[in-house]
């Protein structure tokens, strides 16, 4: 079984290779291992106390960072080295002060994995919610390292699971402590003989709620809101953007801040052109630019979204017409009725908060107008489910306490 393992780590990097000078994403994963371990033997200390996280891309950092913040504040004696397998997570933090050294992962064949771990030597070693690198594991647990996962979730269709499943099985004996998000990960572990299992949470509870508190003051937002109600979309793509162009040609009084998951500039001029009541780009305004003659402004600018979710009265969450939703907490923790398209089964936030009555799933131009009209008139209504969604973000905090007190036995 790891002969096939190593050969297809092997045969994605070369495949990486032969499509990184037309591909932007294969050329910056390939580009940022280019003599990686003789960068990261150069940068970091011999025997440093070292905490190391890895999170495969932007959404598992985001994840791992209240744990990683956690860290820094209440146990400044252990350096912190973050990696990350994907560019568009390590691309976007590589320069997150937050941790003392920043990489990219190098690719788990067994030499590479034997030089990053004699490399690094860590204390403790943090896996965000999956990614089970053989080797790397393998490696850990023969170094006799404390290596734990956090906000994991496994489902029964998961390799774990399979009859060829055995040697991800047994990697999972490296790990001291795995911390799962909901009961029924506790209960599949029990299935395999793993009892070393904690019910913690989703990080991501104590993450949104860090940053409501941190949320910035936009004068730009504000006066184009003005003293009208705010229709906040994030991470919008095609199919989400028809919708809610239908919605807001219904709706001229109500203002739109439409943030597309990509900045492609076709997907922007279309917009521009669809909407009646006017559209702006947030990178075309400045203080003397006038907005009151704009329904709906496009933000077409990165690190801004969760900020603006603290102007709106209603929120939508885009990518349920493709893989899946994005990040509905964001929107949560302000206390927003919020609407998505319908891939949303893999997410357990967006499950819960349908059941509560806190969000609500459409597939159509019509299902977003039938949701959104009586939160629309009934103002009572709007409040009602903007608690139920604030409450539900406050109850599911306190993830990242319950692993500190078990990473340093509390």
């Excluded at 580009?31 to 932007?58: D, F, Q």
Aim: some cysteine; aromatic content about 12%.
């Amino acid at each position: 079984m790891m002969w096939i393992y190593n050969t297809g780590l092997r045969l994605y990097r070369f495949l990486v290779a032969a499509i990184s000078p037309w591909h932007e994403k294969a050329h910056k994963w390939r580009a940022g291992r280019k003599k990686l371990l003789k960068r990261m033997a150069a940068t970091i200390a011999p025997g440093e106390p070292i905490v190391w996280i890895h999170a495969s891309s932007l959404g598992e950092f985001e994840q791992g960072r209240p744990i990683i913040e956690a860290l820094r504040r209440e146990h400044p004696e252990y350096k912190i080295l973050l990696t990350f397998f994907s560019p568009s997570g390590y691309e976007i933090r590589k320069n997150y002060p937050g941790a003392d050294y920043i990489f990219y992962l190098p690719i788990d064949t067994p030499n590479n994995a034997r030089c990053f771990l004699e490399i690094v030597k860590p204390e403790i070693a943090i896996f965000v919610k999956y990614e089970y690198w053989l080797n790397l594991l393998s490696g850990l647990e023969k170094m006799q390292t404390r290596t734990f996962i956090v906000s994991a979730i496994f489902r029964r269709n998961s390799i774990f699971f399979k009859w060829y499943g055995w040697r991800w099985r047994r990697a999972l004996k490296a790990f001291e402590t795995l911390f799962v998000q909901n009961a029924e990960s506790k209960e599949l572990l029990a299935e395999l003989g793993f009892h070393n299992v904690v019910v913690a949470g989703d990080t991501r509870f104590d993450r949104v709620a860090d940053i409501a508190k941190a949320a910035k003051k936009i004068d730009l937002v504000e006066r184009f809101k003005g003293t009208s109600s705010l229709f906040v979309a994030g991470s919008t793509w095609g199919p989400d953007e028809e919708l809610l162009v239908e919605l807001m040609n219904q709706y001229p009084e109500i203002k739109f801040v439409v943030a597309p998951h990509e900045m492609e500039r076709p997907r922007i001029e279309k917009l521009l052109s669809a909407c009646r009541g006017g559209a702006i780009c947030y990178t075309q305004c400045n203080e003397r630019t006038r907005l009151d003659n704009c329904q709906l402004l496009i933000l077409d600018t990165m690190g801004m979204l969760s900020s603006v979710y603290g102007y709106a009265d209603w929120a939508y969450i885009g990518g349920g017409f493709g893989v899946g939703i994005h990040n509905t907490l964001e929107a949560a923790t302000f206390g927003l009725p919020i609407a998505f398209g319908p891939n949303y089964q893999k997410f357990k936030e967006a499950r819960d908060m349908i059941a509560l009555g806190a969000a609500t799933s459409i597939a159509s131009a019509e299902e977003l107008q039938a949701w959104f009209a009586p939160l629309h008139k009934n103002e009572e209504e709007r409040l009602r489910v903007a608690r139920i969604a604030k409450e539900y973000t406050l109850q599911n905090q306190g993830a990242t306490q319950t692993i500190l007190r078990t990473l340093f036995k509390e």
